[in-house]
């Protein structure tokens, strides 16, 4: 077909008018994000989210289509939250070949990626056609369980701490390996100049995107680096760790190194932990709930603690969520391995730490990684601890030493279990939970157990080195 020169000015008139009555039906955050996308170079727009298997996946928008896309999202296979890390398609009612949701971004996420420049991404809630939340969408679980938690009368705050190594992807036989970018000492002095250039570049990028940095140092093990960022509201605190993640391997992609998360990416050297710290507060978050004032627990940090305990074998399926997790869940590795607790305790499952100078005592929950799906497993801790206070579940006493120290009969009167061995004993506990099973709902807990399922199948059939490569190359 061609136009003459009017009717290709008046075709012109009609979509400019078509995007200017696009931009006035939006709300005023999603036309903030287009100014700054217009403003600041951005060419196309990751709409991010986490899928079953921990793997944040995602699609672009351009910026000539970012006005139409805020409000209609990108079309998606249902399907996809059936897929494992391996890219192995489960067979899941509800999510095969036939039916669709949206990817919808969250225009308050909107930030440009500075390690991908010319790029931004905002993290994205899976909806159905009719705009309510499928019951597959892993941020849309973890807003029902801040919700309840409204409903409760408290809020809570949450960070995750997470452990990386550092290294270069190192072609292999039959797989790649990982190598560590250096062999510091744990907390070296040393350890901070082998690294400098990455992790002042790491910092900036984290800056750059909201998340205040809090503290920075080299591990235990090679090439193992810690940086933790600021608490936040829950949905905020689980955003945050995607798009952490994101940062640490992108930064290292852009100066030529490989930068991993997995629990375990080196059979040899220290594993990567996420540890979970949380504190509860009254519901104008003004005053905190988990201390007596004297730096223990109150009434109502010992029942959330119940709580956590009491769902502690089926959390650690949603908190630790493959394979590659239980290798670092062992006895004296400073990792957790039985279900307990106890006061600057690292060997317990949940460390109840000393207050600062503000006096809030916060929870850290040990046995938490990232290859886990943050919302999901945020949400289902936050379920966990909310069940323990309307139980009022007794935690019992602390543990004041490391429980692998204790013998079998002591460990048996203090009434210690030992934490999932494998994901598939940590599937087995999940599914028979009652409370969690049914907060997570039909499909949501249909997919993941499938997910996980063939994972743990895929893995159990295969050596070593094939595991390491997988989580070391997806986490």
Not at 140 to 153: I, Q
């Amino acid at each position: 077909m061609t136009l003459s020169l009017a009717s290709r000015s008046c075709y012109a008139g009609r979509v400019t008018q078509r995007h200017t009555d696009e931009v006035e039906s939006l709300d005023p955050a999603s036309r903030r994000v287009l100014e700054r996308a217009e403003a600041e170079g951005i060419e196309l727009i990751r709409f991010l989210y986490t899928d079953h298997g921990g793997v944040t996946r995602g699609k672009a928008a351009s910026r000539s289509r970012l006005a139409e896309r805020l409000r209609s999202g990108i079309g998606h296979t249902r399907a996809m939250m059936a897929m494992n890390m391996l890219d192995q398609l489960q067979d899941v009612p509800g999510m095969g070949p036939v039916g669709e949701v949206r990817i919808v971004p969250d225009p308050a996420t909107f930030v440009p990626l500075p390690y991908a420049p010319g790029a931004a991404a905002m993290l994205s809630d899976l909806r159905n056609q009719d705009g309510t939340p499928w019951e597959a969408c892993p941020r849309a679980f973890l807003r029902d369980a801040v919700s309840a938690l409204a409903e409760a009368g408290y809020t809570l705050m949450a960070a995750f701490e997470p452990e990386f190594t550092l290294g270069r992807r190192e072609p292999g036989d039959p797989v790649d390996r990982l190598v560590p970018i250096d062999d510091s000492l744990c907390y070296a002095a040393f350890g901070f100049d082998t690294v400098h250039d990455y992790t002042i570049r790491l910092v900036q990028a984290l800056e750059a995107q909201g998340m205040r940095v809090e503290h920075v140092h080299p591990e235990l093990g090679h090439g193992q680096q810690e940086l933790s960022i600021r608490h936040a509201p829950p949905l905020r605190a689980a955003d945050n760790h995607v798009l952490y993640r994101e940062t640490v391997r992108g930064v290292a992609l852009r100066m030529s190194m490989w930068a991993s998360l997995a629990p375990k990416p080196i059979a040899e050297q220290a594993g990567n932990g996420a540890h979970l710290h949380l504190s509860l507060w009254d519901a104008e978050g003004r005053r905190e709930l988990l201390s007596d004032g004297a730096g223990g627990l109150s009434e109502t940090g010992r029942w959330f603690v119940g709580g956590l305990l009491a769902h502690l074998p089926a959390l650690t399926a949603l908190t630790c969520g493959t394979v590659n997790s239980f290798r670092r869940l062992a006895p004296r590795m400073w990792a957790s391995s039985y279900v307990c607790y106890g006061p600057d305790n690292r060997e317990a499952a949940v460390r109840v730490c000393s207050p600062l100078g503000s006096g809030v005592v916060n929870l850290e929950l040990k046995p938490s990684d990232s290859s886990a799906n943050p919302y999901l497993s945020l949400g289902a801790v936050i379920h966990a601890g909310l069940d323990g206070v309307r139980r009022r579940l007794d935690p019992g006493d602390p543990v004041e030493v490391d429980p692998d120290t204790l013998t079998e009969a002591e460990r048996h009167r203090l009434g210690l279990r030992r934490l999932p061995a494998s994901l598939d004993e940590a599937l087995d506990a999940l599914t028979a939970d009652e409370m969690l099973m049914e907060a997570l709902g039909p499909l949501r807990r249909t997919a993941y157990l499938a997910v996980k399922r063939s994972e743990a199948a895929a893995f159990a059939v295969q050596d070593e080195e094939f595991e390491l490569f997988h989580h070391f190359r997806v986490f």
